[in-house]
């Protein structure tokens, strides 16, 4: 019996992203895309338990020495999304921005993300370039016919091989429900698989407000400001996806932050090797076996 061989990546099989992810947004059950922002946090969310990634912009900007305001560029954020895939096999929703300039910008980058192994598109209506939500006041929206064409143009483009995601950011810079439920029923008309509804309240009331008020598309929310509201009140609400958007990258800068000190402290790494993880738990995460296995069937045997 002839044994198939041919390893296409070092994660294995991988099913269709797209299908997975809009299997996970359009589940009856409460669905949850964990932040990865390269390679190696995308292995970790996936030996985690994860069965989505979200592709952060804040946190691939921070990994790469920029600050979330559109100083990435749109090639970077591609090449990022790329390895991401390679390193886990997961369905990844690729935050946008809002798509690095007007509608050719945004279907460019859609195509591309779906060329490197992007499962969706998350694309925010603000003007560009933006700056993430939790800094300052200074968060112009773009027309909402504008930001409609920006999705239509999408979606012409990528058809249903990509999950578009509208986010709204009415309630981040100030203007209300009112707004934020115009913009959904536009953003939906206007070809959008899901709606992320954003805020940066401590207290998750304005968001279950407009869960209350629209259901008619799947409802993606971050609760990186209201995190101590349970989950169960999202469930409750009919939401359809939670994304933890930055905690891995926000833990390594703590735990890097950590041992640097210490080792600058201390002068030695004696005290630290038992708190890191080990090289062995590095090669198992990465897959060395399978460079080992592969070596065995492909290379020459020595004699």
């Known amino acids: 019996m002839n044994q198939a061989v041919f390893i296409a990546k070092p994660i294995g099989p991988i099913e269709d992203p797209t299908k997975t992810l809009r299997d996970l947004i359009f589940s009856s059950h409460l669905s949850f895309l964990m932040e990865a922002h390269d390679g190696l946090s995308a292995a970790i969310a996936k030996q985690a338990g994860f069965k989505g990634l ?44 809002s798509g690095f300039g007007n509608f050719n910008n945004a279907r460019l980058l859609a195509m591309k993300l ?25 968060h112009p929206l773009v027309d909402i016919g504008e930001f409609s064409g920006r999705l239509k143009a999408i979606k012409d ?46 207290d998750a009331d304005e968001i279950l407000a407009f869960t209350k008020q629209w259901q008619k598309l799947p409802i993606v929310i971050v609760p990186t400001k209201y995190y101590r509201t349970p989950v169960s009140a999202y469930r409750d609400a009919g939401i359809s996806t939670v994304i933890w958007a930055n905690h891995a990258m926000r833990a390594a800068v703590a735990g890097m932050r950590a041992v640097c000190a210490r080792i600058v402290a201390e002068e030695s790494i004696a005290g630290i090797e038992p708190e890191v993880a080990t090289l062995d738990e590095v090669f198992g995460l990465l897959r060395y076996d399978e460079l080992a296995s592969a070596e065995d069937r492909y290379l020459p045997k020595h004699r």
């Open 157 to 202: 483009t990528t058809g249903n091989d990509l999950v578009l995601v509208a986010r709204i950011e009415a309630l981040i810079a100030g203007y209300g429900l009112d707004e934020a439920l115009a913009r959904a029923d536009a953003y939906a008309d206007a070809g959008a698989d899901a709606i992320l509804i954003h805020s940066r309240k401590s």
């Open 114 to 138: 779906l060329q490197r192994g992007g499962a969706g598109i998350c694309l925010e209506d603000k003007a560009f370039p933006k700056r993430n939500s939790f800094v300052g006041d200074r």
């Open 54 to 97: 979200w592709a952060s912009g804040l946190s691939i900007s921070s990994a790469l020495g920029y600050r979330d305001a559109n100083e990435a560029s749109w090639t970077e954020v591609v090449d990022v999304v790329e390895r991401i895939a390679d390193a886990s096999g997961l369905p990844i929703l690729v935050d946008g921005e």
